[in-house]
């Protein structure tokens, strides 16, 4: 017999409620993911070396690609002493268009003593509509080392499309040893004055933020900052670059999610060998 499930009982099975754990440990010269927990529709399919036993690169997968109304995502993970590990993904996220549900991704890293940690996302996509919340939270040692971005971009530019409606919040907090060195909260509605306001966006459709912290960066903070700007994105966007006691930030506002990621990978080839003592390999999955 077909039947039709009563729509109290179909609404919870269109969203996705979905979590993925990760560990990553050292083990000789060699940094391995002894934990790859999953439920739901993220995953991790293997571990990867294409830099050698050291660093251990994860592409972590959404399989919907994208993020509708009432979805919650959570991924978390554990860099244990002296282990490396590399997180990327492979293609922009999506938030899409809510009939009135708000949508989550919440977002959890712990860096053990000695160890290092690179979060280093393609862009993330909001599209008119979407009722999104994004929080991270970074948890470092007092000597571990991360380096981390995101890239936001308001609407799909490509179709001319603005965020008019919906609403977005996000969350950012870094700290070291208990300590903040980071802390980041905004939130906007779809046609808020601060997005064409001078103080906010400045109608501006991508904004991007890219952190970097290793206990050795207060004695090269002037030299890496020296050397950050010699490069500026492509399509001459507003962009600024500081360094606070303990972090440095980058900044990009413009309309190019493409021109901020290649401005961020340059930054990231100058600052990764200060950081993590090694050069910059760029993940072969960004060239797929």
């Known amino acids: 017999m077909t039947s039709r499930l009563p729509l109290s009982l179909l609404e919870p099975l269109l ?115 979407a009722r999104a919340r994004m929080e991270t939270q970074v948890d470092l040692a007092a000597d571990s080392r991360y380096i981390g971005w995101d890239i936001l971009c308001l609407g799909r530019a490509a179709a001319g499309e603005r965020f008019d409606k919906g609403r977005f919040d996000l969350f950012l907090r870094v700290d070291r040893d208990q300590r903040p060195i980071w802390i980041e909260r905004g939130g906007f509605d779809g046609s808020d004055p601060m997005l064409t306001s001078p103080a906010g966006w400045a109608g501006a459709t991508v904004c991007g933020t890219l952190l970097c912290t290793f206990p050795e960066l207060p004695t090269q903070a002037s030299t890496l900052l020296e050397a950050c700007r010699q490069t500026c994105p492509a399509d001459g966007a507003q962009h600024g670059l500081s360094a606070l006691p303990g972090v440095l930030i980058a900044r990009y506002l413009g309309d190019s999610s493409e021109a901020a990621r290649l401005w961020f990978a340059d930054l990231w080839a100058i600052l990764r060998p200060a950081c993590c003592g090694r050069p910059a390999i760029t993940p072969r999955i960004w060239n797929t």
Do not use: M
């Open 15 to 129: 969203n996705w409620h979905a979590e993925l754990h990760l560990g990553f440990a050292r083990s000789g010269d060699r940094t391995v993911l002894r934990e790859n927990r999953h439920r739901g529709p993220l995953r991790v399919q293997k571990a990867l070396y294409p830099e050698g036993d050291a660093v251990c690169q994860a592409i972590v997968l959404h399989p919907p690609s994208g993020i509708a109304g009432g979805d919650h995502l959570a991924i978390s993970a554990d860099v244990s002493a002296g282990a490396h590990a590399q997180l990327t993904t492979p293609g922009a996220g999506k938030w899409y268009r809510s009939g009135g549900a708000e949508a989550s991704q919440r977002i959890a890293f712990t860096v053990g003593e000695g160890a290092t940690l690179e979060w280093l996302p393609q862009e993330t996509i909001v599209f008119d509509g």
